[in-house]
């Protein structure tokens, strides 16, 4: 993802269509880490061409078939979504790496985590949620650190929610709420 958004300007060189195997192609090439495709395409193809954007995890997810026989480009919605925010995304610096060490120095500075959710499917690399917290806790001091969470520590508050609708199983939608966290500290 991180290599997608520093070649934003490379997105209009993405195909106006994905096939089954092309995104196979793609992940094979990440997977045996080949240098077949650039980082950004492998980015572009694992996020917006998988099944609810979970990165070659969730399948082919380009084109759905609904039950009433419509097929729906999800890719083509995606690039596109991310082609119109492209114009407000071109100031931002976007790192990747360990939280910890990821702007160890900052200084009024916004930093949004987006960690997996506490109780939720984990990547491969698993964090320490205590640990997590007592850094967004620390980082808060000189930054102002948004947390994107379903719950957090009792000394952080909710400053935003959204109720939305989630389909990372396809045959069930279930209701969640989405939120931002702050150390209560910078209120």
Known sequence: MIALYNNLDKVNLLP???TREHYSEVRDCYNKG???YPDWYIGAI???ASYNGRFFDGGYGAIAHTKNGIDINYYDRAKRTLTKQIPFLKDIEFYDGDYKELCFNAD???IYCDPPYEGSKQYKNRIDYEEFWNWCRTMSKNNIVLI???N???DFECVWS???QR?????KNTKATEKLFIYKDNL
């Open 34 to 36: 080949l240098a077949t």
């Open 16 to 18: 106006n269509f994905v």
């Open 46 to 48: 694992g996020f917006l």
């Open 152 to 154: 957090a520590r009792s």
């Open 167 to 171: 389909t990372i199983d396809n045959r």
């Open 162 to 164: 959204m109720p939305v």
């Open 108 to 110: 009024n500075t916004l």
């Open 148 to 150: 994107s969470e379903h």
